[in-house]
C-alpha cells in the first residue's frame, strides 16, 4: 500500500509539469519556500510565464547623466538596495520628495513586459523645476521581481526534490531602457537605447530567482515630461530547441543596395549570439542556399589562431556581427530584389569531441535602387567590421572638377537609411551627400568610433565608389577635400566636432538644433557626486571628456562658412545653445556678421524643410555648385592670422597646414597663434605663438606648399629658423629646459612616447584598427582567491556593451591561449589592434608578459594590492583601470581589483557609452558606490612618457 503511495504522488508531480502551460499563475507549484514569492507574482497575460507580474519599487533619488556609471547610489550608504525587503512603513531620504521622504511602492507588468509609466504621489515636479530646470527630473531608483524556474518534465526521472536537479535550464533576459540589472546577484547589462538586438544567456538552476532592476530616468533619452512619463521593459523566457547553441539575429543584418543590378558593396554581415553554458562555438564556414540568382558568400576569418580552426570563434553568451564577402555571379533582373538564405557550418570543440552543426538564416533580401536614388553601401570600418552609409549621387557632372561632399549627421536614436533623414536634403546639382550611421543609432554622440565612422565611409566611398556605374565614375569623382559638414540635433552638434578639430578639409557647414556640449545639454556630477569630490579631482575627469567641449574649440571654427539653423520655440535643445555658438565664432572672429543665424519664429526642434528651405539651399549651392565656385584663394584658405585650440592631438586633424603631435603637459588645454606678416624688406616671416605644445609639423602636400613661397623666415616663439622646403619633412619639438624650439626628422620618440594614436583617454582603447581582444586572467596564487570566473563575466559585460552600443567586434580569449603566440612575436606581427587585459600580472600571464616589455608606473603584489607613485592600495573593494602602451600605435587596457568587489565597481567604468569622464587611469575605491566619482581614491593622465605627474594626477 505504501509502494502505491509513492507511485501515485510522483505521477501526480509529472501531471502537473505536464498541465503548467494551462495553469494560472496561482496553480503554478512551489518548489521552494521564500517569504518574497508570491503565488500571484507572475504576469498571467504575459508572453512568457517568466516575466514579474509585480514590481517592488523604491525611490526616486536624484543623479546626474552618467553619474551611475561611478556608482552614485544612495541606497548603498545605507547598505544596498539587494539588502532591504519591502515594507509598507520603512522610508528613505530623499530631497526630490516633500519632507524629504520616499518609500515603497509596487506596480503591474503590461502583456508586453513594458512596466510603467511609474507614478510618484509626492513628488512635485513642476515645483522642482522651476528652481533646477530639467536636469532635477533626472533621477534613479530600483525595482525587484521575482521568476520561478520549472525544470524539463523529462529531466524528472527518480527526481524527489527540486534541489535533486542539477542541469541547469538556459534562459534568455534583457531589460529595455535601464543601464543594469541583477539576476540572483549577477550583473548584467541592459540595453539603454531600446535597439532590442541583444540578449544575455543565463543557465540556471529549477527554482526561485529574484531580479534587480537599477533604474535611472534619462532626460536625453525620456524626454523632459512632466511628470515623467518612465518605463523600462523586461524579456525573459527560455530557450527553445532550436536556439540551444546559437541564435541567429537577424534584426542586426547589414546589406547594401543593389543598384542597376550592382552590389553597392561587397560586405554583409549578420549577428549571431553563442547560447552555450561553457564552450565556445567557431563560425567556419557560410553558404548561400535557396536564392533567386547565383550567388557565392565566403566568411572573412578574424580569429585569432589559438586552435586549428578557421573562422569566427564565440564565447558563450557573446555576440559577434559575423562579416561575409557576397558575391552575385550572375545577371539580376534590374528593379527585381534578391533574396536568399545564409547557411553556417558551426564547430564546437573540447577535449573530449569536436561537434558540428548546420544553421540557416531567414530569408534575407537586398533591395533595388535605381543609379540616382538615394542607396546603402556597405564597407569596412576602421576597426574591420562592416557598416553602412547612404549616399545621394549629383545630379550633374562636376568633370573636370571633382564633386563636394555634403555630409549629413543624424540626430540621436535616428538610422542613417530612415527616409525620415534621407528626404530632410533636395538632391544636388553637383555634389554627392554621404549619410553616415555612426555605427549605432545613438552612436558615441559622433564622437571616438562615430567620428571614425564618418572618415571611413568617405573614404571607402573615395577610393571605390560603390554602386556607381563605371560609365559615370568619370564625371563625378567625389572630392574628400572638399566637405560641406552638416547635421541636426545630435548631428548638429557632431558637425560643430567634426569642423572644429578636422577643419583642414571642410569648406563650409550647417548645424541644425545642435547642442554646444553634453555638460550644457543635460546635468554632470548632479547631487550625489559634487557633494563629495575634490575640485582639483573634479577638474582631472572634466578634462578627460573636454576635447568634446565644442564651445572651447570655437576658435578653430574661424573663416568656416557656417549657417545655424534653429526653430525660436525648441524646447528639445534650446536655442540659446545656437546663439552661443554664434556669439562665440564673432568674437573669435572679430565680426558680427561672421556666422549666420537662422531662427524660425514659432518653430520646434523639427520642422517641414528644416534642412531645405531656400535659405538654406542657397547657402548650399554658394559652396556646392561647381559653377558658382571656383578654386578657394589660397588667401581665403591660409589666412593671415589664426588661431588653434586642442587639449588632445588624437582628436584634432589639424587646421590650415599645422598639425600637434603632443602636448607638453597632457590634456591641458594647447594653443597656437599665428601671423603670417612681413619685415621692413618685404620678406615674409611667419610666426607662431604656442602655449602647453611640445610638437608640431607642418602639412608638406604641394597644394600647402605654396603659403611658403614668400616665406624667408619662420619665428616660434623666440626661436627663428630660415625657411627651407626641408622644413616640412620633419616636426618641430620644444626644449623646456632652454625654452627654444629645434626642428627634428628623428621618429624615434614614436616608439616610447604618448603619440596621436596613443594618446588616451580610456575611451580611445575603442579605436581599435582591429577586431577589440579581451583576455582573461588564469594565473592563480597560492592563497588567493581566483578571479578567473569573475573575469569571464567581465569579460562578457565588456564584449556586449562595445557590440550593442558601438556595433563592435570583439573576441574573448584566455591568456594560456595567447601567452605562446606573444612570445613567439606572432601577435605582434599580425595584430594591429588594442588589447583589454582583464587581471593583475598575478593573475594574468598575458598582463605580466606585457608590463615586463614595457615597465608600468602600476606594481601589482601578489595579494591583490598594488602600488601607484609610492601609495599602495591594499584595502578591500579597491579596483584600478589604466592605458599601457602596446608597440608604438597600440594600447591595452587593464582592469584589476583587491577583490571581486573592488574589480565589480571599477568595471562599470569601461567607456561603453559617451561622455564617460575618465582618464588614463582612474582608481575606485569602497566608498564609490555611493559617493560616486567623490569616492575615488585617484585618477589622472599619464606624462607623454607614460609617467606619473602630479599636474594631472590625483591620488588621496
Known amino acids: 500500500m505504501a509502494r502505491k503511495y509513492r507511485i501515485t504522488i510522483s505521477c501526480i508531480f509529472v501531471t502537473l509539469f505536464l498541465c503548467q502551460q494551462v495553469l494560472t499563475s496561482q496553480q503554478y507549484l512551489t518548489f521552494q519556500n521564500s517569504k518574497h514569492i508570491q503565488h500571484n507574482n507572475y504576469c498571467i497575460n504575459c508572453e512568457s510565464e517568466l516575466i514579474p507580474r509585480i514590481w517592488e519599487l523604491l525611490g526616486p533619488f536624484p543623479t546626474g547623466t552618467r553619474e551611475q556609471d561611478f556608482g552614485a547610489d544612495p541606497l548603498e550608504a545605507y547598505g544596498g538596495f539587494t539588502n532591504f525587503n519591502f515594507s509598507e512603513t520603512q522610508t528613505f531620504p530623499s530631497e526630490l520628495a516633500d519632507n524629504n521622504t520616499v518609500k515603497w511602492s509596487r506596480i503591474g507588468t503590461k502583456r508586453d513586459g513594458i512596466v510603467g509609466p511609474i507614478q510618484f504621489e509626492n513628488i512635485r515636479w513642476k515645483f522642482n523645476r522651476n528652481s533646477f530646470g530639467w536636469a ?111 541564435m541567429i539575429l537577424s534584426q542586426t543584418i547589414i546589406v547594401p543596395n543593389l543598384v542597376n543590378g550592382h552590389l553597392a558593396g561587397r560586405f554583409i554581415s549578420i549577428g549571431i549570439l553563442n547560447t552555450l553554458e561553457k564552450e565556445w562555438i567557431t563560425i567556419s564556414k557560410v553558404v548561400v542556399v535557396n536564392s533567386n540568382v547565383k550567388m557565392t558568400a565566403s566568411i572573412v576569418d578574424t580569429k585569432i589562431n589559438v586552435d586549428s580552426i578557421s573562422g569566427v570563434r564565440i564565447a558563450p553568451s557573446q555576440h559577434r556581427n559575423i562579416k561575409i564577402i557576397l558575391n552575385i555571379n550572375s545577371s539580376v533582373i534590374i528593379g527585381n530584389p534578391v533574396s536568399f538564405r545564409l547557411q553556417f557550418t558551426v564547430i564546437s570543440k573540447s577535449k573530449k569531441q569536436t561537434t558540428f552543426w548546420i544553421m540557416t538564416t531567414d530569408l534575407i533580401t537586398i533591395h533595388h535602387k535605381s543609379f540616382g536614388e538615394c542607396y546603402k553601401f556597405t564597407f569596412e570600418d576602421f576597426d574591420g567590421t562592416v557598416q553602412y552609409a547612404m549616399v545621394s549621387p549629383p545630379i550633374e557632372s562636376c568633370h573636370p572638377e571633382k564633386c563636394p561632399i555634403l555630409v549629413a549627421l543624424h540626430g540621436s536614436g535616428d538610422e542613417a537609411e530612415s527616409e525620415f533623414w534621407t528626404s530632410a536634403f533636395k538632391r544636388q546639382q553637383n555634389a554627392w551627400i554621404i549619410f553616415p550611421n555612426g555605427r549605432t543609432p545613438w552612436g558615441y554622440d559622433w564622437h571616438g568610433p562615430s567620428l571614425k565612422n564618418i572618415q571611413k565611409a568617405i573614404e571607402y566611398f573615395v577610393t571605390y565608389m ?401 602600488c601607484l607613485k609610492h601609495v599602495k592600495f591594499s584595502d578591500p573593494e579597491i579596483g584600478i583601470l589604466f592605458l599601457h602602451p602596446f608597440r608604438k600605435n597600440q594600447l591595452l587596457l587593464i582592469l584589476a581589483g583587491t577583490d571581486e568587489k573592488g574589480l565589480d565597481q571599477v568595471t562599470r567604468l569601461f567607456p561603453k557609452r559617451s561622455g564617460v569622464p575618465i582618464p588614463d587611469w582612474i582608481i575606485t575605491g569602497p566608498e564609490t558606490s555611493w559617493k560616486g566619482v567623490g569616492g575615488l581614491l585617484g585618477a589622472g593622465f599619464w606624462d607623454n612618457k607614460w609617467k606619473f605627474n602630479n599636474a594631472i594626477g590625483y591620488l588621496t
Open 136 to 246: 532635477i527630473n533626472q533621477f534613479q531608483m530600483w525595482a525587484r521581481g521575482y521568476f520561478e524556474l520549472s525544470p524539463d518534465i523529462t529531466n524528472l526521472k527518480d527526481i524527489k526534490n527540486i534541489t535533486d536537479i542539477k542541469e541547469t535550464i538556459p534562459v534568455l533576459i534583457q531589460f529595455h531602457n535601464i543601464g543594469d540589472f541583477y539576476v540572483d546577484n549577477r550583473r548584467l547589462f541592459g540595453d539603454w537605447y531600446d535597439y532590442k538586438k541583444s540578449w544575455h544567456v543565463l543557465h540556471l538552476q529549477p527554482g526561485n530567482h529574484v531580479i534587480n532592476v537599477r533604474l535611472v530616468n534619462e532626460i536625453r533619452i525620456f524626454g523632459d515630461k512632466i511628470p515623467p512619463d518612465f518605463k523600462f521593459q523586461c524579456q525573459i523566457r527560455k530557450l527553445n530547441e532550436k536556439e540551444k547553441v546559437m
Open 466 to 866: 560603390p554602386g556607381v556605374p563605371v560609365n559615370k565614375k568619370l564625371e563625378i569623382l567625389p572630392n574628400p577635400d572638399k566637405l560641406f559638414i552638416s547635421g541636426h540635433s545630435n548631428g548638429g552638434q557632431g558637425a560643430l566636432f567634426f569642423m572644429s578639430h578636422f577643419p583642414e578639409s571642410v569648406i563650409a557647414g550647417i548645424s541644425a538644433a545642435g547642442f554646444l556640449k553634453i555638460q550644457k545639454y543635460v546635468p554632470y556630477y548632479c547631487w550625489n557626486s559634487e557633494s563629495h569630490i575634490d575640485p582639483i579631482l573634479k577638474g582631472i575627469l572634466e578634462s578627460s571628456i573636454t576635447e568634446f567641449n565644442n564651445d572651447l574649440y570655437s576658435a578653430n571654427l574661424v573663416d568656416i562658412p557656417i549657417l545655424v539653423r534653429v526653430g525660436s520655440d525648441d524646447d528639445n535643445v534650446p536655442p540659446i545653445h545656437s546663439r552661443m555658438l554664434v556669439r562665440l565664432v564673432n568674437e573669435h572672429s572679430g565680426n558680427i556678421h561672421a556666422v549666420n543665424l537662422s531662427e524660425i519664429s514659432e518653430k520646434g526642434h523639427w520642422f517641414e524643410n528644416i534642412m531645405n528651405d531656400e535659405l538654406m539651399q542657397t547657402f548650399l549651392n554658394k559652396y556646392l555648385i561647381i559653377s558658382h565656385k571656383n578654386e578657394t584663394s589660397l588667401t581665403t584658405k591660409y589666412p593671415k592670422k589664426f588661431t588653434i585650440v586642442l587639449n588632445n592631438p588624437a582628436s584634432f586633424g589639424g587646421k590650415n597646414g599645422i598639425f600637434v603631435e603632443q602636448l607638453k603637459i597632457p590634456f591641458r588645454l594647447g594653443k597656437l597663434k599665428v601671423l603670417i606678416d612681413k619685415n621692413n624688406n618685404g620678406d615674409g616671416i611667419y610666426k607662431i605663438k604656442t602655449s602647453n605644445i611640445k610638437r608640431f609639423r607642418f602639412n608638406n602636400e604641394s597644394n600647402f606648399m605654396t603659403i611658403f613661397d614668400d616665406i624667408k623666415k619662420i619665428i616660434i616663439d623666440d626661436t627663428e629658423f630660415e625657411f627651407e622646403n626641408l622644413l616640412l619633412n620633419g616636426y618641430f619639438k620644444k626644449n623646456s629646459r632652454k625654452n627654444s624650439w629645434k626642428f627634428s626628422k628623428d621618429n624615434k620618440w614614436i616608439q616610447k612616447e604618448k603619440n596621436p594614436s596613443t594618446y588616451g583617454p580610456a575611451h580611445q582603447i575603442l579605436e581599435s584598427k582591429q577586431t577589440i581582444i579581451i583576455v582573461i586572467g588564469t594565473r592563480n596564487v597560492s592563497g588567493v582567491k581566483s578571479k578567473t570566473k569573475k573575469f569571464f563575466e567581465i569579460a562578457q559585460e565588456i564584449a556586449h556593451s562595445w557590440y550593442l552600443y558601438g556595433g563592435g567586434d570583439s573576441e574573448i580569449v584566455y591568456d594560456h591561449e595567447l601567452i605562446d603566440k606573444i612570445k613567439n612575436d606572432e601577435l605582434i606581427n599580425e595584430y594591429k589592434g588594442n588589447l583589454i587585459l582583464l587581471g593583475s600580472t598575478y593573475e594574468n600571464f598575458v598582463t605580466e608578459l606585457l608590463l615586463k616589455f614595457n615597465k608600468s608606473e602600476v606594481k601589482f603584489y601578489k595579494n591583490g594590492s598594488f
